[in-house]
């Protein structure tokens, strides 16, 4: 049981934040790596034993302080913890797109780390401000918040750190508005190789060199070597960007803290671009650390060991994770988002255009040597949506969680941005009553008698005379226009070892999804098979309105041939017309080789596809790639065809398809509020 003074402690913490928690879980000798840990639900822990071998007994209200801005704060929930955790792996990946080769494959554990010092960053930084406030409130306003004098005892300079933590430690000198050198020495580490400082030498004489005399017309040796010199100096500038700067780094962390004080996920990004190159450095400290470190380890001279929950995250949660819009930001880092704005503006100034690819020389190709830094850093840039953090690196990261259910929420989140409900007009013809009163006509002989109108005829004369007296009234068609209804969609999904797996990221599979999702929520229905070889068939026997079953038949793989079922198709849309009660649309996803449907390889049914044509309202093939090899067979059989570049395609593609399926070929019986 907590003591009184331990009680009063805890309280003092909690009216800090304003909260309120149940007592905390006072441990000696746990054998956690720190001596401070939270867990969710929202619970705190502290080793009493490790915090007086420490050094900080005496600050016990900050150290309870620190742990509760944990759960109020950063990450303040357990999804929110997860997404702080992506984003530190997004950062690590990216790595290879501008740290010359130094990122990777981020794994759970280094991507933990580097969001608990995040978050470290980010509680403490309130924590002094609370404390800043209350001190002020006292009539103290000078006096050294807690939280500050504990990390005096915890960190001092002089101790051998790697330079993450003098990173680290400096960023919260700038945070606290603190001289240079109370927690980290004066001096950075250095961290520049023999390699990078050759780069850099060859960068500066190569650019000192390349000025023509003035007034001098260059010779084409001088404007080849000057391309030379070009290509070297952004060379080396890029080597400047790559290479970790552990004072700018610093800086820039502490602004980080200072625009994201709210927002732990949205700055993790931005922060973990400065972290990870530091966690990944090949050096003797770097391999040191990760090699004594473990899952929950704490902040050297930090004190706090993270969450301590192993738990991975659940699919729903995973789904939550990555339909955050916050992690589609790009990583990249303010090194080379400055550097870029820089050349663009330079580029502007002179009425280039930065992204033209100006650096290139007569002849040059734009791959050799004639590149300048604003081309470079657009190619390191790159264009992709998320920065090429995909659906292999997810299932890497949440190894631990569903992997199916891991599957399925990154198509929903690369889908759900695109989704709109799909709704047609609903089959609906016109009521023997819907018509209104027209104009009066002449009844002539020969016209049906019951046409006549007697009331008519007889207000004109009282004589009757058959086609010069008598009269008709004409009948306008007054039918409502036909109410919405859900489309029926039959949708067919090739998995043969030609098409990409669901575990890489297809854009087939991104496409259906969004399909699949759209017809869902306009009240509609989807009937999904799964195909590949002969006997290799799978899906429901029926439309159904379940997404978790849909999603499941849409991302079945058996990785064979490729035979399309025309059995199934043949039995599942039987006759020659179309069904009066309902309209039918059928889409196949696929690639070029898709020639079976049109009966190669089984002559007997090759008269199918066109014969279920006739059946169906709409019928579509989606084919990867940038072009299709069967739209003969296709425009014969009457099938319409659309070709599927990639993932970044899908959305458009599927707008094209929504509005052939929203507004299906009239049918000859229908009146849509004519």
């Not at 300079?157 to 001289?179: K, N």
């Not at 990409?500 to 991104?510: F, K, N, Q």
Request: one cysteine or more; a negative charge; glycine letters at 12%.
């Amino acid at each position: 049981m907590p003591t009184a003074g331990q009680l009063e402690a805890w309280q003092d913490a909690l009216d800090l934040w304003g909260v309120a928690l149940h007592d905390p879980v006072l441990v000696e000798g746990a054998g956690e790596a720190s001596f401070a840990w939270f867990v969710f639900p929202s619970e705190v822990s502290v080793d009493l034993a490790l915090l007086e071998a420490a050094g900080g007994a005496d600050h016990l209200g900050s150290v309870f302080a620190h742990e509760i801005g944990h759960h109020v704060l950063a990450p303040g929930t357990r999804l929110d913890e997860f997404k702080v955790v992506h984003q530190m792996a997004r950062a690590i990946t990216a790595l290879d797109e501008w740290s010359d080769g130094r990122g990777g494959q981020a794994d759970l554990g280094t991507a933990t780390r580097l969001a608990n010092l995040w978050e470290d960053l980010l509680v403490n930084a309130r924590v002094a401000r609370l404390q800043r406030r209350r001190l002020a409130d006292a009539g103290r306003p000078g006096e050294e918040p807690d939280i500050v004098a504990l990390w005096r005892l915890l960190n001092r300079p002089g101790s051998e750190s790697p330079a993450l933590w003098w990173v680290y430690r400096r960023a919260h000198e700038l945070v606290w508005s603190l001289p240079r050198g109370t927690f980290c020495d004066v001096a950075p580490p250095d961290v520049v190789d023999d390699q990078q400082r050759a780069d850099r030498a060859a960068g500066t004489a190569a650019a000192s060199r390349r000025t023509a005399p003035a007034g001098a017309e260059p010779t084409l040796a001088e404007q080849a070597a000057e391309a030379e010199a070009d290509a070297r100096a952004a060379r080396s500038e890029l080597a400047r960007l790559r290479t970790p700067s552990p004072e700018f780094d610093a800086e820039w962390l502490a602004d980080t803290v200072r625009r994201f004080a709210d927002d732990p996920v949205g700055g993790a990004l931005p922060a973990g671009t400065v972290l990870a190159p530091y966690a990944v450095l090949r050096s003797r400290e770097e391999d040191r650390l990760r090699a004594g470190a473990s899952r929950g380890a704490g902040t050297p001279g930090a004190g706090c060991g993270g969450q301590a929950s192993d738990g991975a995250p659940t699919p729903a949660e995973v789904e939550a994770v990555l339909g955050d819009p916050r992690l589609r930001a790009v990583p990249e880092h303010p090194g080379v988002s400055a550097a870029r704005r820089a050349a663009e503006e330079a580029a502007a100034a002179r009425g280039e255009d930065a992204d033209a690819g100006a650096g290139a020389s007569d002849g040059d190709d734009g791959e050799g040597e004639g590149v300048r830094l604003g081309d470079a850093l657009g190619r390191s840039r790159g264009g992709s949506d998320g920065q090429a953090y995909g659906l292999a690196d997810t299932l890497r990261l949440w190894r631990g969680s569903d992997r199916d259910g891991v599957v399925a929420a990154w198509y929903l989140a690369e889908a759900r941005r695109w989704v709109r409900p799909l709704v047609q007009p609903a089959l609906v013809g016109s009521a023997a009553d819907d018509t209104i009163p027209g104009a009066l006509e002449s009844w002539q002989l020969g016209d049906d008698v019951d046409d006549v109108d007697w009331t008519a005829t007889l207000s004109r004369s009282p004589v009757v005379v058959p086609g010069v007296t008598t009269r008709r009234r004409d009948r306008l068609a007054d039918a409502p226009p036909p109410p919405d209804e859900g489309i029926e969609l039959d949708l067919w999904v090739d998995s043969s070892g030609s098409m990409p797996s669901p575990e890489t990221g297809s854009a087939a599979l991104v496409a259906g999804t969004i399909l699949v999702l759209s017809v869902l929520r306009g009240g509609g229905r989807v009937r999904i098979t799964s195909f590949s070889g002969p006997g290799q068939v799978a899906g429901g026997s029926r439309p159904t309105r379940d997404r978790a079953e849909a999603l499941r038949d849409l991302t079945t793989y058996f990785g064979g041939g490729t035979t399309f079922p025309l059995d199934l198709l043949a039995s599942r849309h039987p006759g020659t017309r179309l069904d009066p009660a309902v309209r039918r649309h059928l889409v196949v996803l696929s690639d070029d080789g898709l020639e079976s449907l049109f009966g190669r390889g089984q002559e007997e049914l090759g008269g199918v596809a066109a014969r279920v044509r006739r059946t169906l309202d709409t019928a579509t093939l989606v084919l990867l790639g940038t072009r299709s090899g069967i739209d003969a067979q296709a425009a014969a059989a009457g099938y319409d065809v659309r070709v599927l570049p990639g993932v970044a395609d899908a959305p458009r593609v599927c707008a094209a398809l929504a509005a052939a399926l929203t507004d299906p070929p009239r049918r000859p019986e229908e009146t849509r509020g004519q």
